[in-house]
T-cell receptor
């Protein structure tokens, strides 16, 4: 089955700097990769996703890149702000087996003012 | 529109006790999921359902049972709670089909402590 590894487990950056979180997946048939943000004490919420027919997707200060050959994808946050502090989870899914997402173990991002 | 709700929000059990966690959604979603979240372990899938009357095992199903008697409700049962089941439990739901891939809506979570 699918296995998703996520690094780093914690990340501290200064406000205004960029943050990058990386994930690798094992199942070459996976072709959908969402990212979730979970603020302290709250529920996970989808922030951006990418499908395997696209190499990069951007939404304001966040972007996701996908390298299908290497089986890894990354979340990039530019001009970080204190409100970006949260735990971020990557996930992977096969689109023809649309039952379930496999999540990474999460990255705790702290943005210091 | 309440989205996904969970009952209760907090619970403390003694080892061997049983309980049921209730998840309800008012978005007419076919798919529903139960996850547990432990420090450093991310979100691990316990059981899921792709429609009323159907259930399937996820990554960590042992010690749990589920039922989906109504489309809007998904129940998670612990028959004999163990300290290893201390965790935060999240329910989630989504529509089927490629268009809604990954857009899982999560409930607020239930914090369970087993002593």
């Amino acid at each position: 089955g699918e296995n998703v590894e996520q690094h780093p487990s914690t990340l501290s950056v200064q406000e205004g700097d960029s943050a990058v979180i990386k994930c690798t997946y094992s199942d070459s048939a996976s072709n959908y990769f969402p990212w979730y943000k979970q603020e302290l004490g709250k529920r996970p919420q989808l922030i951006i996703d990418i499908r395997s027919n696209v190499g990069e997707k951007k939404d304001q200060r966040i972007a996701v890149t996908l390298n299908k050959t290497a089986k890894h994808f990354s979340l990039h946050i530019t001009e970080t702000q204190p409100e970006d502090s949260a735990v971020y989870f990557c996930a992977a899914m096969r689109s023809y087996n649309t039952d379930k997402l496999i999540f990474g173990t999460g990255t705790r991002l702290q943005v210091f003012p | 529109n309440a989205g996904v709700t969970q009952t209760p929000k907090f619970r403390v059990l003694k080892t061997g006790q049983s309980m049921t966690l209730l998840c309800a959604q008012d978005m007419n979603h076919e798919y529903m999921y139960w996850y547990r979240q432990d420090p450093g372990m991310g979100l691990r899938l316990i059981h899921y359902s792709v429609g009323e009357g159907t259930t399937a095992k996820g990554e960590v199903p042992d010690g749990y049972n589920v039922s989906r008697l109504k489309k809007q409700n998904f129940l998670l049962g612990l028959e004999s709670a163990a300290p290893s089941q201390t965790s935060v439990y999240f329910c989630a739901s989504r529509l089927p089909g490629l268009a809604s891939l990954g857009e899982q809506f999560f409930g607020p979570g239930t914090r369970l402590t087993v002593l």
